[in-house]
Structures are given as structure tokens and as C-alpha cells.
């Protein structure tokens, strides 16, 4: 029976499963993210992690991790994660696909009009006492999205239903980039592959969905803003440093695009003051694609479902 760790909280019916099944399961149980030297203590004695994508799982980590034979990455991306260290030191990795595809891409949306709209300046408006009726030109006009041109970098699953969303419910002619061209989304959704550059200059609206790698670190920087309409609004939902923070914010201070819909940021949890200033059309959450119930508590089984294989000697459902 073995020693399991788990850095965050997680709901504890799915960990039940592993006690049910005879391990022991420490669990972290306070909010915000475990401290370097916590993890490097826990994990010299654990044989299963589960973890998150914020907890830096690098050489250290495993060179400490004598017994480790698992580590459960509760999230989709797993950049956070040394995979050549684990590889060599025979530990599998897992991650979490598929059911977040679907709520990730609602939240793409959710930004796009938030941003598009202004809806989160409309709201603090109200809230203000400052609403005192409609008129023609109210404080609020924004920027349309229907019928519009939706730019997808990075046509995966995610980039897929948000591509999908585009242009079954609103009209939106799809453009995108990728390593791959999609044939799915070219035929299901008359998606055009363009080159990088195209893509930003035709698109209304660039939505970020590509993983993090040495090739899309800050993939976004002044001379791709330089490139976007004035009019445009950027979304990344997808990892903070594939966006150069900085010229984001240069970008939106000197109108060389119209706003953001920002969810991830370079230096998670922190972010640039500069953005946080900015309210015309920007909407900053905190992390929060995959944030329902149901798909985090899917997560949460797919984590333990790995755990489970891999203790049990099997081959794990989702390694990566
Ligand atoms: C969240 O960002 C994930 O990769 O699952």
C-alpha cells in the first residue's frame, strides 16, 4: 500500500477512492500553493503526487523523489513538469484531457464578449449609482462580435470549440494557425489556415490556445501587436508567457489594439501592474478555464484514476 501526496485540496470523495483501495493519502489542506520546501519534504516520501500545474515539479523535485512513481498533474498543460528528469528516473506523468475542453471554450467566450462589450466596466457603472438612463450614446458602446473575423492560434480541441462557438453561434468567420492544418475544423466550420501574421492582421479577435513551448514563449510581442488591428481584442486563456506582458500592456496604453481578455499571466499569481490598470475593454480572471464544478471535479477523477492505475501496477489511462 503506498504514500500519497497531494499538494491542494481536492474533493474528498475522490480521494476516498484511494484510501478504499488501501493507501495512505496526506493532502494539503490550506489555500493558496505549497512552498518549495514543503514539496521537496513530502515528496522524498511519497510514491504517488498529485499536483498542480503551479507547482514547479522540476529536476530537484524528482532527484529528491525516491519512491515516486507517479505524478498526477491536475491540469491539461503540464509544462510544470521536467518530463526528461521523471523519464529518466521512471516516474509517469499524467495529465487531465478532454474534459475541459468544452468549459475552457466557454470561458474564451465569456472574454471575448466581456471585453468586446465592457461588460465588467457596465457592471461597476451600475454598482457606482452613476446609471441614469439610456441614451443613444451612453458611456458603453463596444465593439461588435457577430459576424466578425475569429482568429484561432492553435486549432486543438480547445481552439476547436472555441472556433466552434465563433461561428455556429455568432456568425464569425474563422481564420487560424497552427503547426497542423485541421482538416475537422476546415470542413465542419469553413476555418481557413493562415500564416501567423495573416491571422493577425485580419482578426477581430485572437484567441490564444496554443501550449506553452520554447517555440510560443512570447509569441505575442510588440511586433505581433504591431501587426493586429487597432481595433482588435486579444484572449488567452491558454499560458501567460505565450503573451510578452509588457508589450500587452504597451499594446493597450497606446491603443495599438482596442482590449484583452486576459485569464493567464506571466508570472502566475502575479501580474503587471501595468494591466491592472487598464479597464477599457480588459477583463483579467484569475485562472479560471477550467473553474466549474463539474469539470474540476473531473480533473479530480482523472487524477485518481491514474494514481489508482499506475499503484496498481497498470499502465496509466493519460500519460503524457
Ligand atoms: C489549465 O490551465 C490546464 O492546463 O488544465
Not at 478532454?98 to 461597476?124: M, N, S
Not at 483579467?284 to 487524477?303: D, K, N, Q
Amino acid at each position: 500500500m503506498a504514500k500519497v501526496y497531494v499538494t491542494c485540496r481536492v474533493f474528498p470523495e475522490e480521494l476516498e477512492r484511494l484510501r478504499a483501495a488501501g493507501h495512505t493519502v496526506e493532502m494539503r489542506d490550506a489555500p493558496g500553493l505549497i512552498t518549495r520546501e514543503k514539496l521537496l519534504g513530502k515528496v522524498s516520501e511519497a510514491e504517488a503526487l498529485i499536483c498542480l500545474l503551479s507547482d514547479h515539479i522540476d529536476a530537484e523535485v524528482i532527484e529528491k523523489a525516491g519512491k515516486l512513481r507517479i505524478v498526477a498533474n491536475l491540469a491539461v498543460g503540464y509544462e510544470n513538469v521536467d518530463l526528461a528528469a521523471a523519464q529518466a528516473a521512471g516516474i509517469v506523468v499524467t495529465n487531465t484531457p478532454g474534459v475541459l475542453t468544452e468549459t475552457t471554450a466557454d470561458l474564451t467566450f465569456a472574454l471575448l464578449l466581456a471585453a468586446a462589450r465592457r461588460v465588467v466596466e457596465a457592471d461597476a457603472f451600475v454598482r457606482s449609482g452613476a446609471f441614469y438612463g439610456w441614451e443613444l450614446l451612453q458611456p458603453h458602446l463596444g465593439l461588435e462580435v457577430h459576424g466578425k473575423t475569429l482568429g484561432i492560434v492553435g486549432m486543438g480541441r480547445i481552439g476547436t470549440a472555441v472556433a466552434r462557438r465563433g461561428r455556429l453561434g455568432f456568425g464569425m468567420d474563422v481564420i487560424y494557425h497552427d503547426s497542423h492544418q485541421s482538416k475537422p475544423a476546415e470542413t465542419e466550420l469553413q476555418a481557413k489556415y493562415v500564416s501567423f501574421e495573416t491571422l493577425l492582421e485580419k482578426s477581430d479577435f485572437v484567441c490564444v490556445h496554443t501550449p506553452l513551448t520554447r517555440e510560443t514563449r512570447h509569441l505575442f510581442d510588440r511586433q505581433a501587436f504591431l501587426r493586429m488591428k487597432k481595433t482588435a481584442i486579444l484572449v488567452n486563456v491558454a499560458r501567460g508567457p505565450v503573451v510578452d506582458e509588457k508589450a500587452l500592456v504597451w499594446a493597450l496604453e497606446t491603443g495599438q489594439i482596442a482590449g484583452a481578455g486576459i485569464d493567464v499571466y506571466e508570472e502566475e499569481p502575479k501580474v503587471n501592474p501595468g494591466l491592472l490598470k487598464l479597464q477599457e475593454h480588459v477583463v483579467l480572471v484569475p485562472h479560471i478555464g477550467s473553474a466549474t464544478f463539474v469539470t474540476r471535479r473531473a480533473m479530480a477523477r482523472i487524477a485518481v484514476d491514474n494514481v489508482l492505475a499506475v499503484l496498481a501496477g497498470e499502465a496509466p489511462l493519460n500519460p503524457v
